[in-house]
T-cell receptor, first 117, second 114 residues
Framework: DAGVTQSPTHLIKTRGQQVTLRCSPK?????VSWYQQALGQGPQFIFQ???????QRGNFPDRFSGHQFPNYSSELNVNALLLGDSALYLC????????????????FGAGSRLTVL | AQSVSQHNHHVILSEAASLELGCNYS??????LFWYVQYPGQHLQLLLK??????LVKGIKGFEAEFIKSKFSFNLRKPSVQWSDTAEYFC????????????FGTGTRLQVTL
């Protein structure tokens, strides 16, 4: 059990559609980060949410947006899907930034595999 | 910008062979370094981490890694691999103080044969 739960596990969309992926962090964690893992590649950082605000962002276009709820769960939204958005989307949780080493250790979920046709 | 390089993309070893996977990072400042493992069909799991102190760190399942600052390296080792070590291994780093924003390498797929 990863402690981080993601849904859905698999989904198929067509180009131009929109998708929402969901994540519940590990108990005791309040910071959520999202990563995109394309086939054969390492995970790429999309953004991080803490206190319901986007705190850091990687090199992803504005089509990628997110949200964090008061219970620390999070959503990743991708608009106007492209074929290149096909990937495994990973959610990772950690403790609050600035709380020492714990903030630097991520717990990952199993991911949501998105296929864009 | 930071980058992490893993030069071994696919490694095949027989059981009981020794393992060393290379990892080099590019950032010149203070970094925290990690090795994650992804077993088939499972989530990414932390193998070990280096923040400071003893450059030889020990992780789970008999893995260890050595931080060599002069070489910008953090290679993963295991003296004797098992079939159950078959997985994908990712090296990752982040600038100390930038909590959670990890930069990953492209991964090394390890296949252990019986």
């Amino acid at each position: 059990d990863a402690g981080v739960t993601q849904s859905p596990t698999h989904l198929i969309k067509t180009r131009g559609q929109q998708v929402t992926l969901r994540c519940s962090p590990k108990s005791g964690h309040d910071t959520v980060s999202w990563y995109q893992q394309a086939l054969g590649q390492g995970p790429q950082f999309i953004f991080q949410y803490y206190e319901e605000e986007e705190r850091q962002r990687g090199n992803f276009p504005d089509r990628f947006s997110g949200h964090q709820f008061p219970n620390y769960s999070s959503e990743l939204n991708v608009n106007a899907l492209l074929l290149g958005d096909s990937a495994l989307y990973l959610c990772a949780s950690s403790s609050s930034p600035g709380t020492g080493f714990g903030a630097n250790v991520l717990t990952f979920g199993a991911g949501s595999r998105l296929t864009v046709l | 910008a930071q980058s992490v390089s893993q030069h071994n993309h696919h490694v095949i070893l027989s059981e009981a062979a020794s393992l060393e996977l290379g990892c080099n990072y590019s950032y010149g400042g203070t970094v925290n370094l990690f090795w994650y493992v992804q077993y088939p069909g499972q989530h990414l799991q932390l193998l070990l981490k280096y923040f400071s102190g003893d450059p030889l760190v020990k992780g789970i399942k008999g893995f260890e890694a050595e931080f060599i600052k002069s070489k910008f390296s953090f290679n993963l080792r295991k003296p004797s691999v098992q079939w159950s070590d078959t997985a994908e291994y990712f090296c990752a780093s982040h600038e100390a103080g930038t909590a959670s924003k990890l930069t990953f390498g492209t991964g090394t797929r390890l296949q252990v044969t019986l």
